[in-house]
């Protein structure tokens, strides 16, 4: 097989996943909380690894491996509802939730009271304070007063505060659905940050930058196909053309 056909392939598989990067960043570009995807990849070189004693060309045996997706945690611009359970975070911190997996950490602060008084995320999952419980409020004493710090008051009674994490490595967290991500194993960091109420945190996604990216992709993607196809095409000729004459 030519080698050129090799590289064509391997850059078909990795424009196909960036697209797919791509799309879905600009399918959440107006997600509360959401922060973009950015694709990794790595170079092996498939005779190294083999124990067979092929000769290590890289033009023959190189080639693209996915090594993984990392989420860039850019700080997104905060948008005034006036809802005073809508609280956004300004700064490296994550609000704690208590789900069925375990806490899991999120920047999506669209919380609800629940019928008993509990502060939920949407889906009803207890949004955690800072002694690891969730934080629990009167529904008949009216609207809550949440400061900078997290600490959640009703009138003048302090129910609270909201428990707010940071990490040395947020790209590293995991995805867990739901705009939330996984802690598990990740290093603390200081939390350099404060809480806004009445307020959402937008999407990171640039809209615009993510539409040149998504048309670039496709041009790079048809590239390949032509050089494939190209490729193809003509080793069959030869086989047709040279072999058959040959015999």
Do not use: C, W
Request: aromatic share 6%; glycine share 12%; net charge neutral.
């Amino acid at each position: 097989m030519d080698p050129g056909y090799y590289v064509a392939a391997g850059s078909l598989k990795a424009r196909s996943f960036q697209l797919d990067v791509v799309s879905n960043n600009l399918a959440n570009a107006s997600t509360v909380g959401y922060k973009a995807d950015q694709p990794f990849f790595a170079i092996f070189n498939k005779a190294g690894a083999s124990g067979r004693g092929l000769p290590l060309t890289p033009y023959v045996n190189d080639g693209v491996v996915f090594g993984e997706t990392g989420v860039v945690f850019e700080q997104g611009s905060l948008r005034a509802t006036g809802r005073p359970l809508d609280l956004a975070i300004e700064g490296n911190a994550f609000f704690t939730v208590r789900t069925a997996q375990g806490d899991q950490v999120t920047r999506d602060g669209r919380f609800q009271m629940g019928a008993d008084g509990q502060i939920q995320a949407m889906d009803g999952s207890p949004i955690l304070g800072k002694n690891g419980q969730p934080i629990m409020v009167d529904p008949k004493k009216g609207d809550l007063t949440i400061a900078a710090d997290g600490t959640v008051q009703q009138g003048n009674q302090a129910l609270g505060q909201l428990a707010l994490t940071a990490y040395e490595k947020p790209g590293s967290l995991k995805r867990t659905g739901a705009l939330r991500f996984d802690p598990t194993g990740q290093a603390s960091a200081p939390v350099k940050a404060t809480v806004t109420q009445g307020h959402v945190e937008a999407s990171t996604v640039d809209t615009g930058s993510a539409m040149v990216e998504m048309i670039r992709l496709n041009r790079l993607f048809e590239m390949s196909q032509k050089v494939a196809s190209t490729i193809s095409y003509d080793l069959d000729s030869r086989s047709i053309n040279d072999v058959a004459i040959s015999k």
